[in-house]
């Protein structure tokens, strides 16, 4: 044994051959604080052994290094600038340590190679994978970029043009495309890898590979002309200006990075990388990007603890068919459980079927699924006219209509016919929980089960808590959902529960502004260009339906009276009474006709502006600042009002909510880290600012205390590391 740490070895296979295993405890590899420093004390122990000539890469999980730990990047990152520059510089020289060894390495890689893992390989000579193998540098999705040398190394092996593909993209690469692009030297067979690889550093032993030629590549400068390298870095930075955008800096950095060092050796090209990155590091997109990953991963932790606690789901079944329930359907069969869809229409039965058909096709055409796996989905879905065998289903998916009378007396009927340790859920966006639950016998097996339109898309499933509902009830539910693909979050029952709840000031803050006469034009423009939301306001109320946003804001109202009751007649009043329901009939707030690919297309109607001025004040020119503030701060009150009344239990499930389920911008993180990021006590003093326009912008005590105390909601997300 040559060195033996908590995570890595070193030891001799068989003359003058070594092999470094990574082997840290727990199910995968990553290179965190600990491991990096082991790995530098294995290279200090090869480095003085002279009868060391070859070594070997390995890992004794089923993935190679699967990344950094991401869970230590936020203290990591808010430590002060020189400081992270320098472990970066450190972190740096371990690498350099192991490309410098003097004799030739060979990484030998099954499954996942990503992040410091895919940088490890980089430093070595020789990269052997197997059919297994995802190999790729996926930082930028984190807001930040390679900082152990991957945007370095990577260019000088296959290529600039490649290489800023790869990295300002996050692709991962499978076997075969890493093997054409030059990222791996061969691909083996599972079985077949070790043997190979041995096979391969014993032909680097005898001379019969020229390793030196190949790490004197890696540490040159970019082999491009003046034309050549004007040409490949000019199409890139048109690229990602295109697809990542403005409110994204870091595949932009990278390219810059990239081009800034192409004629520096490796050194210089690791110092230019290392200032890009620091320089990532305390942006305040990286924040939010790294803690939606970590919240993400929160969520997880969740989800599996219930599925320990909670029993499995075999069957499920859905009431209502249509395009909702034909999602619900399509997302549970197309996870592995068998589903009922059940509906008193055969068209709505054939309208649910047509949606899962029309879902697995693009499967089928995208080449993620084949017309076997197609026909076994579509067969595990049983539409019905009838209750028969629905007394097999462990939980079942009420989404009928949104009618409290109908929905309630559906959930009675199926009740009946379930075994007592069913359970029973419904898809309702606003009818509160306890109120249903008044029509029922068993309110500990119910709970709310509220999908996002379009249900294949959306990630969130709120999982909605009553008063009676058991906590068993609750870990199957969120089990399932899980099972399902999707991220559920649990929220006690109220009003339109945590989504709506604070959707509906946000669009009571959309009408206020044109009552006060702006342009909901401009308004969109701004919250979609500037804030970064997917839609405006008045856009995400055409698609919603106005129809039902008009019937959803007075169940808020009922509920919310104080800050959702409206004492006037606004835009969406308009709407609704001239039969503007936005993108189902074709006319809202804007017209929409169909392209050439069958979606909607959204047109500016010169008849709306006449329609709305009974509502419109007199013109007012807002700056994007003054629309940005009276849109947000009523939904970022009420987002801290549901945390501090417990309707939903912490900051990480807030946000996640928000992004997931009403597309909050990712790069902003969510509204508490929002929140974090501008400062609590500048957010109370804009918001005070804006007291005067009603309940809905006054700041929640709990805010205000936080604030004067200096505090943030994530302080111990930034101290972890």
Known sequence: MIYQGDTLSVRYLEDGLAELNLDAPGSVNKFDLATLESLNEALNALSQKSDVKALLLTSAKPAFVVGADITEFLGLFAKPEEELSNWVTHANDIFNKLEDLPFPTVSVISGFALGGGCECILATDFRIADSTARIGLPETKLGIMPGFGGTVRMPRLVGADTAMELITAGKESKADAALKIGLVDAVTAPDDLRDAAIALAKQAIEGKLDWQSRRAQKKAPLQLNKIEATMSFTMAKGMVARVAGSHYPAPMTAVMAIEEASRSDRDGALLVENKHFVKLAKNDVTQALVGIFLNDQYLKSKAKKAAKEGKPTERGAVLGAGIMGGGIAYQSASKGVPVLMKDISQASLETGMKEASKLLNKQLERGRLNGLKMAEVLASITPSLHYAGIEQSDVVVEAVVENPKVKAAVLSEVEALLPEGAVLTSNTSTIPIDLLAKSLKRPENFCGMHFFNPVHRMPLVEVIRGKDTSEETVARVVAYAAKMGKSPVVVNDCPGFFVNRVLFPYFAGFSMLLRDGADFTKVDKVMEKKFGWPMGPAYLLDVVGIDTAHHAQAVMAEGFPERMAKSYRDAVDVMFESERFGQKNGVGFYKYSVDRKGKPKKDVDADVTGLLSSVLGSAADYSDEEIINRMMVPMINEVVRCLEEGIIATPQ???????????????????????????????????????????????????????????????AQRQSA
């Open 653 to 715: 499930e807030a946000d996640m909510a928000l992004v997931y389920g009403l597309g909050f911008p990712p790069f902003r993180g969510g509204v508490f880290r929002y929140l974090d990021t501008i400062g609590l006590a500048n957010y109370v003093a804009m918001a005070d600012q804006l007291a005067n326009l009603g309940p809905a912008y006054e700041v929640p005590q709990g805010l205000r205390d936080k604030a004067a105390k200096g505090e943030g909601y994530f302080d």
